[in-house]
């Protein structure tokens, strides 16, 4: 599958072109965070705080939504994160309270508007709305253009991939009852910007099944049509 490798560090841009140098304002992160960064882009991958005290945990919960108190972390601290416009680049996707009141908000990184493959970002707060730790990974603030209008169509991707998966698995159409049962209507396609190699890709993910059992992905770049990569993704429980 797509290595999803972070790219090389780069000089980020804001929406008016200016540039940040990351290497000065890296300095800047608060002293009480334990920080572990990526050895490709120099973005956190871990970070713990060190700083709430007792005290901090008996006091009332922070005013604010989890969603709200987690984008405040990261805009106030956006050197740190090196995202230029975290509000721009960074969707909330859903925010998960476990039995202890902990609160953890997971971010997908997006590039105009489209979702970047495997790119996330996950704050988690404790009960009274103090950020504990946060983890994930992602890209610097994109220093690519891409174009996000595809080439190729939704239906054509759609075709291709079932052509290519019917050339190397027998192809048994889930239909009637099966179809109901499994909430299966066809297809699932995704406009995507996947990183391959270290270089951006428009790119459809395809997910098909080939039978009520297998379920495959697939990733076609959709200006040139070319699937450059695919994997079963059926749940296992591994070897019996």
Do not use: C
């Amino acid at each position: 599958m797509p290595t999803g490798k972070a790219l090389p560090p780069v000089w980020g841009s804001n929406s008016q072109g200016a540039r940040v140098d990351w290497d000065n304002a890296r300095a800047n992160a608060p002293p009480q965070w334990e920080i572990v960064r990526d050895r490709i882009t120099d973005t956190p991958i871990f970070i713990r705080n060190r700083s709430i005290s007792p005290a901090a945990k008996r006091a009332p919960r922070l005013a604010g939504s989890a969603d709200e108190i987690a984008m405040d972390v990261i805009e106030r601290h956006r050197d740190v994160f090196k995202l230029t416009e975290p509000r721009v680049e960074l969707e909330l996707r859903e925010t998960i309270q476990d039995k202890l009141g902990h609160e953890h908000v997971h971010f997908q990184q997006q590039y105009r508007g489209l979702p970047i493959w495997g790119n996330e970002l996950v704050v988690h707060l404790d009960a009274g709305g103090f950020m504990s730790s946060i983890n994930g990974r992602y890209n610097p603030t994109a220093g690519f253009t891409l174009s996000t209008e595809p080439v190729i169509t939704a239906n054509e991707a759609v075709q291709r991939v079932n052509d290519h998966l019917a050339q190397r698995v027998p192809i048994r159409p889930i239909t009637g009852r099966f179809a109901e049962l499994m909430n299966y209507d066809g297809p699932l396609v995704d406009l995507q910007v996947v990183i391959d190699d270290l270089a951006p890709r428009l790119t459809w993910k395809v997910e098909v099944r080939s039978n009520w059992r297998d379920r495959w992905v697939y990733f076609l770049d959709a200006q040139t049509g070319e699937i450059f990569d695919h994997y079963i993704s059926t749940p296992s429980e591994g070897p019996a």
